[in-house]
């Protein structure tokens, strides 16, 4: 089904790479929760997808900073992408003064490790990534929640 996707990634290249064939379908506006333990390959895939968009530049854990703007040009309109890692989050209170909800907007996209450290206050997702270990490798699984996240992921797989 277009709207539940999943895959195996043998390596790291095959995160870079899904990240990268992904990055050529999104849409600005859309919000992407990246689920998976410690490890499981959340950031790659967040650097896949910076590297297909041209971004040339290191790709930094946002783990201290808890989240990392990049400027990018999708379709030739400017779009923030936002990478969030939420591991340091305190609880739900911190959300409103974190003043993180103003990043998620019709001409941004977010892409968020460990949402659920926000509770229930960061906007929800339209298309969730789980990573799992699987052997050597990852076993990928992405869904389309929305409108707009399953347009993605229809695109990604007539890609
Ligand atoms: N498909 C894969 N097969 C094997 N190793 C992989 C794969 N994808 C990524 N890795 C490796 O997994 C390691 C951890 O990746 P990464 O930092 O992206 O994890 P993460 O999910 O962001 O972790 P954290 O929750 O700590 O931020 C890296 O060394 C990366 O090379
Ligand atoms: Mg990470």
């Not at 790291?12 to 919000?31: H, I, N, P, R």
């Not at 895939?45 to 990018?72: A, C, D, N, Q, W």
């Not at 450290?117 to 699984?141: F, H, V, W």
Request: glycine share 10%; with cysteine.
């Amino acid at each position: 089904m277009a709207h539940d996707i999943t895959l195996n990634l043998n390596d790291e290249q095959a995160t870079l790479k899904l990240g990268a064939d992904f990055s050529s379908t999104l849409l600005a506006g859309v919000t992407v929760y990246l689920h998976g333990d410690l490890g499981a390959g959340k950031t790659t895939f967040v650097r896949g997808v910076l590297g297909g968009l041209g971004f040339m530049g290191r790709v930094k854990s946002p783990t201290y900073t808890l989240v990392e703007p990049y400027h990018i040009s999708i379709n030739n309109i400017n779009t923030m992408i936002y990478h969030f890692d939420l591991y340091r989050f305190i609880d739900e209170d911190e959300w409103d003064s974190s003043g993180f909800r103003d990043y998620f907007n019709p001409s941004s996209v977010c892409l968020v490790e460990w949402s659920d450290k926000a509770g229930s206050l960061i906007p929800q997702a339209d298309i969730d990534l789980y990573l799992t270990l699987s052997g050597e490798g990852r076993s990928a699984r992405l869904i389309g929640n929305t409108s707009v996240g399953k347009k993605c992921l229809e695109h990604y797989q007539n890609s």
